[in-house]
């Protein structure tokens, strides 16, 4: 089974902190990406990488940035947290030849006071 | 501008009965389709999928249905259990780089 695995399910961090979210899969694939989940929004993109020091920006990356050093790691990275960024974070990743298929992990409940 | 829709935010449904879930999409270039499904406090799961070339998919209690003319796909579940209860994400994709474009997502209540 596909495992991809979130390093924090909660976290509670101020205004102005920087924030890590860490993210990683162990089924070798290629694509990986982040998302964030909101009440009445669905499921926005912030950032993907199709594959090692790749990235490209989804629809909403501002005030995010990420990082992918290796193929099973993705972070993502909140340079100075803002209360309207307390989201739930979701991490998924893709094999390919492209199903469409994405395999996400459990999230991370981030609130930013 | 939202290219997937889901119109209804949450459907109520009585044990046993079929729930029939809507999607609504403007891209023609869509060629897959998926639902997911989502528990509170968990990652989205792979639920069923539908390719264009097809109209129906059945897996189970699941099926989706497409109907490319309307830009419409439906997901039934019959018969509904309690544990069904769960929000379920639309998305489709275009061509086999294309990401996932999400809808908003149904809340679905089973109801003993």
């Known amino acids: 089974d596909v495992k991809v695995t979130q390093s924090s399910r909660y976290l509670v961090k101020r205004t102005g902190e920087k924030v890590f979210l860490e993210c990683v899969q162990d089924?070798?694939?290629?694509?990986m990406f982040w998302y964030r989940q909101d009440p009445g929004l669905g499921l926005r993109l912030i950032y993907f990488?199709?594959?090692?020091?790749?990235?490209e920006k989804g629809d909403i990356p501002e005030g995010y940035s990420v990082s992918r050093e290796k193929k099973e790691r993705f972070s993502l990275i909140l340079e100075s947290a803002s209360t309207n960024q307390t989201s739930m974070y979701l991490c998924?990743?893709?094999?390919?030849?492209?199903?469409?298929?994405?395999?996400f992990g459990e999230g991370s409940r981030l609130t930013v006071l | 501008d939202q290219q997937v829709k889901q119109n209804s935010p949450s459907l109520s449904v009585q044990e046993g009965r079929i729930s029939i879930l809507n999607c609504d999409y403007t891209n023609s270039m869509f060629d897959y389709f998926l639902w997911y499904k989502k528990y509170p406090a968990e990652g989205p799961t792979f639920l069923i999928s539908i390719s264009s070339i097809k109209d129906k998919n059945e897996d189970g209690r699941f099926t989706v249905f497409l109907n490319k003319s309307a830009k419409h796909l439906s997901l039934h579940i019959v018969p509904s259990q309690p544990g069904d209860s769960a929000v379920y994400f639309c998305a489709a994709r275009s061509g086999s780089q294309g990401n996932l474009i999400f809808g908003k997502g149904t809340k679905l209540s089973v109801k003993p």
């Open positions: 990488s199709y594959d090692v020091k790749m990235k």
């Open positions: 089924m070798d694939h290629e694509n």
């Open positions: 998924a990743s893709r094999a390919l030849p492209n199903t469409g298929e994405l395999f």
